[in-house]
């Protein structure tokens, strides 16, 4: 397959091809009654309509609103030349499909003609009504469907909280194809024996559907087609609940089928169970158990004699001097506030009821076989697992840019870090990923040490902050190759949302775990495994293709993430996502204590309450959002490419300029081209090293003559209103999420050709030496940009053992606290330090924002290459550095010490070590 699509396509995704497709079905209806009849303009606009109305026929079919017969009533009138009567159609149609009200109104039809009275009267039921459509797959004639559709709706009652409408396909194909294009299925029913093709995977949709037309499932027999689609189902929208009709008796049906179906019906069985089933599962999906219970504590009456008078709001709407602090947030906010564990609530820190609920149906949801809320935010999360899973003396290979949390955990718990460096992206101030070769080779040195047995986790962030994204199945994998029981921790802070659309799913943790435990445990893979044993690959090359023994291979993985930054949750709410085989065994009763040390008794509830509803939200309405949120971030990328004055200052960075060609093997360069369209994204994001999350925009301002900093605070925030969070010198990252509106994609369009005009009015008025001024500023802004240090090395003092990767940050860090032992050199002056033999070794942690992670960590030597990127920042914001002092170090006479005590200390370890061993053979 080709990059790019030969014929460029104007829509990125199906739902974007169908909206644009029905407004501009309105723009030319509009046209169309303006128009004099039979005039070269009318003739056109006459047969463009029906082109868009022979899509639209095709479309509408996985779909219950507008539906095929809405279109059959267009084209009815269209042909009647009724054009007044079809533009009003049309208008209204469109209304109600962009406003999303047939979603919240069953009656969107026959509402306008409602009385104000009766609505009056319907008012109260449906606010709390809920649509969705259940997809039936049944190769029968449309009558039929009618008939169970009529069944369907006779048994509902006007006031039920979910209501739902059917959408009918024949195929499998079909099938995958409702799937993919309408996110408001939530059930579906599938008939045993189902015919393959559909003919509407080619033509003007076969671009759109690559992933479908891909697969090759022809010569599966029609019987086996039914449970086949449920298992594929299962795989990309994971949400949704699946019934299997079949006529076959109780045993005729496989246990791999029943896992993959809520329930099996039979043809015979009354049309009403399976419509109480239906909802059934739905109520249970919807369900949040202490988001619920706290609505209800909150509603009774009760009397504090306890902490916290701001509970029930009594300190505060009593009060005359902070009304105004209860007239902000309103009443509900301080109803629900109590340090109350009981009455229906539950305890944090050892729960029993609704909250222990709660997290059992996030990790579900999420694909974990464990999950825990955090109210400390994901930094906290971070340190609870470390000090869960590793000991003092642990070696933990860590990726040297994540967040400061890690670094901060690893010295709480004693770990030896081994850092590894990403790789650099030096023309815009950035770093990559850590390639695999790298951990291997690490790994594979360790090993060669006789250290790999103190190897404990690999510890990586998926996806980083600018938007690579690992190929986690693959690193796993050829990890897990040289280490069995290697333990991953992978940093999901900005990935909460991976989870709910395919493409990125299958580069998340617990999805990777799940699947790999299933692939190890197969008989094909115990093949694969022997044939690879056969071919004598050599297992301490870095570079060759590593598969693990599936005998030896544990599947220990955690992930972290930040539910609050790209999902629906308060502030600082944060998940942590466990699939250990071991958890039980080995990790239980230290998570349990770890996560006591770090939690507080206090926990917010408003935090917990949303942790649980946002859990609902992506159940119910994660694809749909997702989808949407890449849907804009691709519009956002086409329109500043396109746009030939936003291009004289501004570039999108794109794949090719963030990942090199010997980790993308699929070719894409771009996810968008102005000439060439729109990319193929499934192969690389399948099979690529490394990717780049569509959703992170980065957008390059080297041209504009402004940095980073100064960009994003007086121009976007100050002048603007527009909040981003992270810069480097000549970047900004803007980021689309599931909260993103094509409003504000707009308005961001709009204010980024505001400043281009107004950078082109002041470059225009600049004199001379101004100008001179101004590009010497572009210049080091494009060209002069400082270089991107690697991680140097621990001084010896601090080094586990010589020559051999992994450091003891925790006593360099606390030995730090005796101001004795350091000093302060100014950055300036180090250089004269280096080159008389001195090595300059760091005290603290130094943090320049940008790039926000550590360029020092306590016991590391100051290289000149890390010097030289100090000197050459630019930033405001250095955490461990104090310009008025500079950088804090440990003095000559400290390390002199250091180095004798580390000498006799290891001398003890190994004499201990050796009267152990002595023991033992004794024994």
């Known amino acids: 397959m080709s990059e790019l699509h030969n014929k460029p396509q104007p829509n990125f995704n199906v739902a974007q091809l169908r909206i644009n497709t029905w407004n501009d079905l309105k723009k030319k209806a509009e046209i169309l009654v303006k128009s004099q009849a039979e005039s070269e303009e009318f003739n056109l606009v006459f047969t463009d309509l029906k082109e868009d109305l022979a899509k639209l026929k095709v479309i509408e079919k996985f779909f219950s609103f507008p539906g095929t017969e809405e279109v059959a009533c267009l084209n009815a009138t269209l042909k009647n030349k009724d054009f007044k009567a079809f533009k009003n159609q049309t208008s209204n149609l469109v209304k109600t499909l962009v406003s999303g009200a047939h979603r919240t109104n069953d009656d969107h039809h026959e509402s306008a003609a409602l009385l104000e009275e009766e609505k009056n009267q319907k008012k109260q039921y449906r606010k709390k009504q809920k649509n969705f459509e259940v997809l039936f797959v049944d190769n029968v004639p449309s009558e039929e469907i009618d008939r169970i559709k009529k069944r369907l709706k006779a048994i509902r009652n006007e006031d039920d909280e979910f209501l739902y409408e059917v959408v009918h396909v024949k195929t499998f194909q079909g099938a995958l194809m409702a799937m993919h294009i309408n996110p408001n299925i939530q059930a579906c029913v599938i008939r045993y024996d189902l015919p393959y093709n559909s003919k509407h995977t080619t033509g003007f949709l076969m671009p759109y559907l690559s992933n479908i037309n891909e697969l090759n499932f022809q010569n599966v027999s029609t019987t086996e087609l039914g449970p086949l689609l449920g298992k594929i189902i299962k795989q990309v929208r994971p949400e949704v609940d699946l019934y299997l009709g079949t006529d076959n008796a109780p045993t005729e049906i496989k246990d791999s089928t029943l896992k993959n179906f809520n329930r099996i019906f039979y043809r015979k069985e009354d049309i009403q169970e399976l419509h109480l089933t239906i909802v059934r599962y739905i109520k249970e999906r919807f369900d949040t158990p202490f988001f619920s219970a706290l609505v209800k504590y909150s509603q009774r009456p009760t009397g504090v004699f306890h902490a916290m008078p701001i509970s029930r709001g009594n300190s505060v709407f009593k009060s005359r001097w902070i009304e105004d602090f209860g007239e902000f947030y309103g009443r509900n906010l301080f109803l629900a506030e109590t340090s109350a564990t009981t009455g229906g609530l539950d305890s944090l820190l050892q729960p029993t009821g609704p909250l222990k609920v709660a997290q059992k149906m996030a990790a579900k949801a999420f694909g974990a076989q464990h999950t825990f809320f955090a109210t400390n935010g994901t930094s906290t999360s971070n340190k609870i697992v470390v000090q869960a899973l590793v000991e003092p003396g642990d070696l933990v290979l860590i990726d040297r840019d994540c967040h400061k949390s890690h670094h901060y955990g690893l010295v709480l718990a004693g770990a030896l870090p081994v850092y590894l460096d990403s790789y650099p992206i030096p023309k815009y101030s950035m770093y990559g990923g850590v390639p695999l070769t790298t951990i291997k080779r690490k790994l594979l040195s360790l090993k060669k040490a006789g250290r790999l047995d103190r190897v404990k986790m690999l510890l990586l962030t998926n996806c980083t902050f600018d938007g690579l994204v690992y190929n986690v199945e693959r690193f796993m994998e050829e990890v897990l190759a040289i280490k069995p029981d290697m333990i991953f921790l992978w940093d999901e802070a900005w990935f909460a949302f991976a989870g709910f659309t395919y493409n990125y799913k299958q580069r998340t943790a ?45 599947i220990r993985v955690y992930s972290t993430q930040s539910t609050h930054k790209t999902l629906s949750s308060m502030r600082q709410g944060s998940m942590i996502h466990i699939w250990d085989e071991d958890y039980h065994l080995k990790v239980e009763d230290s ?14 509830y408003q935090i917990l309450a949303s942790l649980d509803v946002g859990r609902r939200q992506v159940q119910f309405e994660g694809y749909e959002l997702v989808e949407k949120s890449i849907e804009l971030a691709m519009l956002l990328r086409a329109k500043i490419s396109d746009h030939p004055n936003l291009k004289k200052y501004f570039d999108v960075l794109t794949v090719e300029d963030f990942i090199p060609p010997r980790f993308r093997k699929s070719g ?90 107004d950078l082109d009015l002041r470059f225009k008025s600049m004199i001379k030496a101004e100008l001179d001024i101004t590009e010497k500023r572009i210049v080091s802004l494009t060209t002069n940009v400082p270089p991107l240090p690697n991680f140097s090395r621990f001084h010896n003092s601090f080094r586990a053992v010589q020559g051999v990767p992994g450091g003891d940050i925790r006593r360099a860090y606390f030995l730090a606290y005796k101001e004795h032992r350091c000093e302060f050199i100014k950055l300036q002056n180090c250089k004269e330090h280096i080159d008389k033999g001195r090595q300059i070794v760091s005290a603290s942690f130094v943090i320049p924002y940008p790039p926000g992670f550590p360029v020092l960590v306590p016991g590391q030597v100051l290289s000149e290459e890390i010097l030289a990127f100090l000197l050459a920042l630019d930033v405001k914001e250095i955490h461990g550095y104090r310009a008025d002092l500079g950088l804090r170090v440990f003095t000559e006479e400290a390390l002199h010490h250091f180095s004798k005590e580390a000498k006799f200390v290891k001398t003890q370890n190994i004499e201990l070590e050796k009267l152990q061993a002595s023991e033992l053979d004794d024994k």
């Open 591 to 604: 998570f349990h204590e770890s996560y006591m040390t770090h939690t507080s008794t206090s926990p917010n």
């Open 510 to 554: 617990m999805y990777v775990a799940n699947k790999l435990r299933l692939k190890y445990n197969s008989n094909s893979y115990r093949k694969e495994y022997q044939e690879y044993q056969n071919n004598k690959c050599n297992d301490d090359d870095a570079d060759s293709c590593l598969l693990p023994d599936p005998d030896l291979v544990k």
């Open 668 to 757: 894409i360069t771009q996810y968008y081209h102005p000439q060439k369209g729109w990319s193929h994204l499934e192969k690389a994001w399948a099979n690529d090293e490394f990717v780049l999350d569509p959703t992170k925009i980065n957008l390059f301002i080297g041209r504009t003559g402004v940095d980073g900093d100064t960009f994003k605070n007086e121009y976007l925030m100050n002048k603007y209103g527009i909040q981003i969070n992270k810069t480097s010198r000549n970047t900004v990252l803007f980021m689309t999420n599931i909260g993103t509106t094509r409003g504000s994609v707009t308005y961001l369009l709009r204010v980024l050709q505001e400043i281009a005009n």
